[in-house]
């Protein structure tokens, strides 16, 4: 392209207006698929978790609408993967990717039930009801079952007929006194879910 001085100079301060006008604000909003997103969600509550499959504990957001009141019940719409989470860096496998499916499913458990002896239905109990029933059978179990000492005479203090499966999302630390508790009362059998 053939171009005079005086045609290079208005071209220069056109674009010195142009960019000038556009560091100011007044360019137009750019048309990312984002915005799209972005009104879906416009009137939702985020909520962020633990994915709750393997032992990787990738994060999620999960966006709910409603108000958890008395007129609209709280209702996950969305959930993808958090960004921020050092995991998982908002990516999420297709467990993850389908878990708007497991929350919604009609067969998930929500409460706890209880099966009692020689019955075939289960009945629904509340927390501290289950709670109570696990302190209660762990220690008429261990009271029966712990072995003090071995055939040599050797203290062992151990508690062979219950095992414990823990959790693989918890934290380090949750880990850590989770490990401790179970030794403390002399369970043998002590696993993580992630080796399940």
């Not at 949750?174 to 879910?193: C, E, P, S």
């Amino acid at each position: 392209m053939d171009m005079n001085r005086r045609q290079f100079f208005k071209v220069a301060a056109v674009g010195l207006g142009g960019s000038s006008l556009a560091a100011l604000g007044m360019a137009p909003e750019p048309a990312f698929a984002e915005q799209v997103r972005q009104f879906k969600l416009t009137h939702t509550k985020e909520t962020r978790n633990t994915c709750p499959y393997c032992s990787v504990g990738c994060g999620l957001i999960l966006y709910s609408q409603g108000d958890g009141g008395k007129n609209v019940a709280q209702n996950i719409i969305h959930i993808e993967g958090d960004a921020d989470h050092p995991v998982n860096r908002g990516t999420l496998c297709p467990k993850g990717a389908g878990l708007l499916d497991f929350v919604k499913s009609p067969n998930r458990l929500k409460y706890p039930e209880v099966r009692k002896p020689g019955s075939n239905e289960w009945t629904r109990i509340s927390w501290d009801e289950a709670l109570d029933r696990i302190a209660t059978l762990m220690k008429e179990d261990r009271d029966a079952n712990f072995i003090a000492q071995n055939a040599q005479g050797q203290t062992v203090n151990r508690w062979t007929s219950v095992g414990f499966l823990a959790a693989s999302a918890s934290s380090n630390e949750a880990g850590y006194l989770t490990h401790k508790v179970v030794r403390n009362l002399g369970m043998v059998g002590f696993d993580n879910q992630a080796r399940v």
